[in-house]
């Protein structure tokens, strides 16, 4: 069977976009966090020369080291979260997305006409195969009553 490529990588922007803040959250706090580990280390360093005007001079240089490095790590880091965060969630959203527009039209048809199809490698395969399953048995049982019910 043929996979299909999806070009909209958004299709739940809200949810996708809310995870995706998170990733850049958690990735920004983990940058502070850097960034504070590194100034206590240079703070260390600067306290251990013994020369002063050398300490003096990274001390003083301490401020441009830790912008630099989260300037780059801005630069760099946080566009490849959000790149990384749009397709992770895209395995996520695209199913819901789906399964949540199959279950709109059995819901306003009334009647399941194929099963909910989702592609093998996205997440969410086991939620559309017991949607299906369940719809299965479900019609199964419709269709065992039916001719008890003409019998009547």
Known sequence: MAQTQRKKKLNKPRLQLKMI???????????????????QSLMGLSVSIEDPSVART??????????????????????FIFLVGVQVTHRIAG?????????????????????????????????????NRTFQRLQADQQAKAPQKAHA
Not at 21 to 39: C, D, H, K, R, V
Not at 64 to 76: D, E, H, V
Not at 100 to 106: A, D, H, K, N
């Open 21 to 39: 803040g998170i990733f850049l959250a958690i990735s920004g706090f983990a940058a502070f966090g850097q960034a504070l580990l590194l100034a």
């Open 58 to 79: 990274v001390h003083d240089a301490m401020p441009g080291i830790l912008t630099t490095n989260l300037m780059w790590t801005a630069l760099f880091l946080l566009p």
């Open 95 to 131: 199913p819901a997305f789906r399964i949540e527009r199959y279950l709109r039209e059995v819901a306003e048809s009334g009647e399941v006409s194929a099963p909910c199809k989702v592609r093998e490698d996205d997440e969410l395969q086991n939620l559309a195969d017991s949607i």
